[in-house]
């Protein structure tokens, strides 16, 4: 455990802890009444006796002070920040820790508070105020001020407790008790969140002394909190009823009331307000703290932030991250996951998520349908929600999918014609480039190794035909074991492209939010005939385990089979290698299964030597390569006519 590792204590140090903490208790009680001391300790708590330290006490003090005071000017992880202050606390016992840290928060916020009570009547403390920059009114911070108070109490008490067990009998302390292991566990993670808060404290204290008196004042919008409480819910219910001129004042209630700079930018290291968001769309992504697995956030990162089309429209939208857990309560573990996600991901992230209203998150639930499952609700420039959850066509489309609403979903299915690139977009380059190189190639799944195992066989004659026709292997829904041993075979075999089982969940990834995008445009499927396609083929995935996919590169021409369908066609393709270099893999396919071709005809004729066309063979068409319908066309010749019509003439 780092702590430990970091503290050192030096036995020469020797602070009077309880006696410091009677000081900070006596400075709170003129901050705040819920302090209440005894009027004999005010001038006897003075009188902390130190021994062995190199310098006075108060600077050791004031220059913890100015350590929490950077770390809040950092703007960088609280946990990190919070480890840091833990070094120059290194030589000091676990009860001077807490309490050293204690005394050089409420310095703090003692100094603030006094200029802050005496700015009206004291020339000196105005002028003070002045050149601080501080607000002249905190009035209206009666809420803020409260919470801050009673953050510095449990503080206290909390610290009054690792002064209880410090001062235990040095024996006692020392027993090998399972009992005493685990209460020094626990002091150890209290003197961490002690030191954790006074971070806190401070950062909140010098928001305070930076805000201006119009931040201050749009608390006066709410005559009391609990007037506030009671008629926050309906403000945001109407707030969606209504429109806008745009979405400052949606964005504003939702996260903004409380801090002028809610967001966090990590790719920029700054922190920065709702009015950043204007003219654009928004899209909250609204999950719980850990968000994705790995390979989900990866390639949400690669769909939007890295996709071709950022560039050019990356400005026209923002991504919001607003964690919501599971309980009504952040976990160590909820903070942790959030602090190190949102310090990675390249768009905004709620600065303090753990801090929206109670009434936001019951808003997100019931009326946005959140039930902790990620989903990507869209703002548009008006603030007006035009999709519940476009989190389906951003893993289907990217960037492409701008401005992500349901009105442009519906639109990007009518144009959908690419059921191949469909399904593998963004998932291997290899895949990718086998689409834009316009090669033939099948996509298969099957959790059935002996299945797979003939298929391969197949696909060996296939190519010794010299036939090319790429495999490629995908699994099935959360592949196992058995889908290691399969892509074991492949390998050995050599006769299929194998993906990672990341890929492969990548795969079924698409293929689920295939199926729930087709779910909410199903009304729209007489639109697109490459639509009806994929229904057929979630149909087949969903009552087959063994299915195949064939196409070719950009084309819209598929076939789609399953089970026994599958090594009835594969076993047909060797035979017809000269039929596929005059029809094409499809058509020589389809004329040996007795299928019908596509109507697709080009409607070219050619008029062919009587030698060439009374062949038996099957002459294909040089332009679309299907089978022509043959004709015998007859020919007058017009000069013998003539020649004999001016003999009869002549006789």
């Given at each position: 455990m780092k702590i430990l590792r970091i503290h050192d204590p030096n036995h020469r140090y020797k602070i009077d802890a309880r006696q410091l903490l009677h000081v900070v208790e006596n400075t709170m009680h003129f901050i705040s009444p819920k302090f209440s001391v005894p009027q004999s300790n005010y001038t006897n708590s003075w009188n902390v006796e130190v021994f062995g330290l190199e310098e006075k006490l108060g600077y050791t003090i004031k220059k913890i002070s100015h350590e929490i005071l950077c770390k809040c000017h950092e703007n960088g992880d609280l946990h990190e920040e919070t480890m840091m202050l833990f070094e120059p606390l290194g030589p000091f016992r676990w009860d001077a820790k807490v309490v050293l840290t204690l005394a050089a928060v409420v310095s703090i916020y003692g100094e603030f508070w006094l200029i802050t009570q005496l700015v009206h009547r004291n020339s000196l403390a105005a002028l003070t105020a002045k050149l601080k920059q501080m607000p002249k009114e905190l009035n209206m911070l009666k809420i803020q001020l409260k919470?801050?108070?009673?953050?510095?109490?449990?503080?206290?008490?909390?610290?009054?407790?690792?002064?209880?067990?410090?001062?235990?009998?040095?024996?006692?302390?020392?027993?090998?008790?399972?009992?005493?292991?685990?209460?020094?566990?626990?002091?150890?993670?209290?003197?961490?969140?002690?030191?954790?808060?006074?971070?806190?404290?401070?950062?909140?204290?010098?928001?305070?002394?930076?805000?201006?008196?119009?931040?201050?004042?749009?608390?006066s919008l709410f005559p009391s909190f609990k007037?506030?409480?009671?008629?926050?819910?309906?403000?945001?219910?109407?707030?969606?009823?209504?429109?806008?001129?745009?979405?400052?004042?949606?964005?504003?209630?939702?996260?903004?009331?409380?801090?002028?700079?809610?967001?966090?930018?990590?790719?920029?290291?700054?922190?920065?307000?709702?009015?950043?968001?204007?003219?654009?769309?928004?899209?909250?992504?609204?999950?719980?703290?850990?968000?994705?697995?790995?390979?989900?956030?990866?390639?949400?990162?690669?769909?939007?932030?890295?996709?071709?089309l950022h560039k050019e429209i990356g400005g026209s939208y923002a991504i919001i991250w607003v964690p919501i857990p599971y309980s009504q309560t952040w976990s160590l573990t909820d903070e942790m996951n959030f602090q190190f996600l949102s310090n990675s991901l390249p768009w905004l992230s709620i600065r303090h998520p753990w801090s929206l209203h109670s009434s936001v998150v019951n808003f997100i639930r019931q009326e946005w349908s959140y039930k902790d499952e990620p989903v990507m609700v869209v703002l548009n420039t008006d603030g007006v929600v035009t999709n519940l959850n476009a989190i389906d066509m951003v893993w289907l489309w990217g960037a492409k999918a701008f401005p992500f609403s349901t009105s442009r979903e519906k639109e990007l299915w009518e144009q959908e014609n690419r059921i191949l690139e469909l399904l593998i977009d963004g998932i291997d380059p290899l895949l990718t480039n086998l689409v834009e190189e316009g090669k033939h190639f099948c996509i298969y799944g099957s959790d059935n190794i002996s299945w797979i195992k003939e298929l391969n066989d197949t696909l060996k004659k296939i190519k010794s035909a010299g036939i090319q026709l790429e495999a490629i292997y995908v699994g099935y829904r959360n592949p196992s074991k058995v889908a290691e041993n399969i892509l074991d075979i492949s390998i050995e075999e050599n006769s299929s492209i194998f993906l990672s089982t990341t890929k492969m969940k990548l795969f079924w990834l698409r293929l689920e939010s295939i199926k729930n995008s087709v779910d909410r445009v199903e009304q729209a499927a007489h639109y697109s005939s490459s639509l009806q396609k994929v229904l057929r083929l979630l149909d087949v995935c969903e009552t087959s385990n063994d299915w195949m996919i064939i196409?070719?590169?950009?084309?819209?021409?598929?076939?789609?089979?399953?089970?026994?369908?599958?090594?009835?066609?594969?076993?047909?393709?060797?035979?017809?290698?000269?039929?596929?270099?005059?029809?094409?893999?499809?058509?020589?396919?389809?004329?040996?299964?007795?299928?019908?071709?596509?109507?697709?005809?080009?409607?070219?004729?050619?008029?062919?030597?009587?030698?060439?066309?009374?062949?038996?063979?099957?002459?294909v068409c040089s332009r679309c390569k299907r089978p022509v319908e043959k004709f015998v066309v007859y020919q007058c010749n017009v000069t013998e006519s003539a020649e004999a019509e001016q003999e009869a003439k002549i006789d």
């Open positions: 919470a801050l108070n009673l953050l510095i109490d449990t503080m206290i008490e909390a610290a009054n407790l690792v002064l209880d067990f410090e001062g235990l009998p040095l024996q006692q302390q020392l027993l090998d008790d399972d009992e005493i292991v685990v209460t020094k566990s626990k002091m150890y993670i209290t003197v961490y969140w002690i030191l954790r808060s006074s971070i806190s404290c401070a950062s909140q204290i010098a928001d305070f002394r930076t805000m201006k008196d119009n931040q201050v004042h749009v608390f007037s506030f409480s009671r008629r926050f819910p309906e403000k945001i219910r109407d707030l969606f009823k209504v429109s806008h001129f745009d979405n400052q004042e949606v964005l504003r209630v939702l996260f903004s009331l409380k801090n002028d700079l809610p967001l966090k930018d990590s790719s920029l290291e700054k922190y920065c307000g709702i009015q950043e968001l204007e003219n654009k769309v928004v899209i909250l992504l609204i999950s719980k703290p850990e968000l994705f697995t790995a390979e989900k956030i990866f390639y949400l990162v690669q769909r939007m932030h890295d996709h071709p196409g070719k590169g950009l084309s819209t021409d598929v076939m789609i089979l399953k089970e026994r369908e599958v090594q009835e066609c594969l076993n047909l393709v060797p035979e017809l290698a000269e039929n596929v270099a005059k029809l094409g893999l499809f058509s020589a396919i389809r004329c040996a299964m007795g299928s019908p071709l596509p109507v697709k005809s080009c409607y070219h004729n050619e008029i062919l030597p009587a030698e060439e066309g009374l062949t038996e063979e099957t002459v």
